[in-house]
């Protein structure tokens, strides 16, 4: 009898222990499918969508990704019914927690949000006025959250900003443009002597009388990747590369070639901090998902020399 309750024992912890296998590892699938440094489910030259379920949904657009240095924290754009929020997720045991919407506890509409260098402030687009107009705003990390959205000084960004993208030395590089009824452009507002100088046009190399948006500028400004629907891409909007000159100049926009963008809409470039992944999002089936790819993708298109 002892021996027959032993084998039973035995037989139950084995199912017991099989039955939890099964939970984590349906668990670590939904979870972990494609997040770096956490699987071994890194993207080469092919785009694949990120981290479906958890980070990219079905009924959501997602969009405007950021990592923290360390990468341990995400931050992204979710957009539905209820219009845009900020959303951060965390390194859980098996992958990304489930993300959570930072409240900023404004009433105007958030349009576009982006974190400065140092980690420990957002800037965000909010519109406000009886004419629509855009502003910028600044939100504090604190120890339970974020502080109260502040307007930044009044300096004259445009009647319409767009996604933003800020550098290592604090100047912001976003996508606006400086009168009513003109199509976006890429534009730089730096920042000296504590405050954001009027804005100015970096020049036909990245410009042209189609559309340039979605800026990702490089810590260190030696590259800026977008998005534009001029013509000779591969369908909707393309995501392109313009790298600067030893002079300061910056060299003619290469577009990123068919390993990145489609016959769909491809937008809102960034490079992981690592610089082994290019992240941006794409238009499927109405609906906006965050897509990944290998760096290495970008140096095949890319003519001149640079370190990602």
């Not at 990704?65 to 997720?89: N, Q, W």
């Not at 290592?168 to 452009?185: A, C, E, H, P, V």
Request: aromatic share 12%; net charge neutral; with cysteine.
């Amino acid at each position: 009898m002892k021996r027959k309750r032993i084998i039973l024992l035995v037989i139950g912890a084995l199912l017991l222990v099989s039955f939890q296998f099964i939970l984590i590892r349906n668990y670590v699938d939904d979870v972990c499918q494609g997040v770096p440094y956490l699987t071994e489910h890194k993207p080469g030259k092919k785009p694949v969508i990120y981290c479906h379920k958890i980070i990219s949904t079905d009924n959501h657009d997602e969009y405007g990704i950021h990592f923290s240095s360390d990468a341990k924290t995400l931050y992204f754009i979710r957009e539905g019914k209820e219009g845009p929020g900020v959303m951060h997720s965390g390194q859980g045991l098996y992958g990304w927690t489930r993300p959570r919407k930072i409240l900023l506890k404004k009433d105007q509409l958030l349009k576009e949000a982006c974190f400065y260098p140092d980690e420990k402030r957002l800037l965000l687009v909010l519109r406000e006025g009886s004419d629509g107009s855009d502003a910028l705003y600044i939100s504090n990390r604190e120890a339970e959250g974020w502080s109260p959205p502040e307007k930044t000084a009044d300096t004259l960004l445009g009647p319409t900003i767009g996604s933003l993208s800020i550098s290592g030395k604090g100047n912001i590089f976003y996508s606006g443009n400086m009168s009513q009824g003109t199509l976006s452009d890429i534009l730089i507002t730096e920042y000296r002597n504590q405050q954001y100088m009027p804005p100015w046009n970096p020049g036909a190399n990245i410009n042209t009388p189609y559309k340039e948006m979605n800026p990702f500028i490089s810590p260190d400004e030696s590259y800026l990747l977008f998005s534009s629907d001029r013509p000779g891409g591969y369908g909707g909007t393309d995501l392109y590369i313009s790298i600067r000159l030893n002079h300061g100049e910056w060299a003619p926009a290469c577009n990123l070639g068919p390993y990145i963008n489609s016959e769909q809409n491809e937008s809102r470039p960034y490079l992981s901090p690592d610089g082994k992944y290019l992240f941006f999002s794409r238009s499927r089936l109405q609906n906006r998902d965050l897509y990944w790819v290998s760096s290495e993708a970008i140096e095949t298109y890319t003519p001149l020399t640079v370190e990602f």
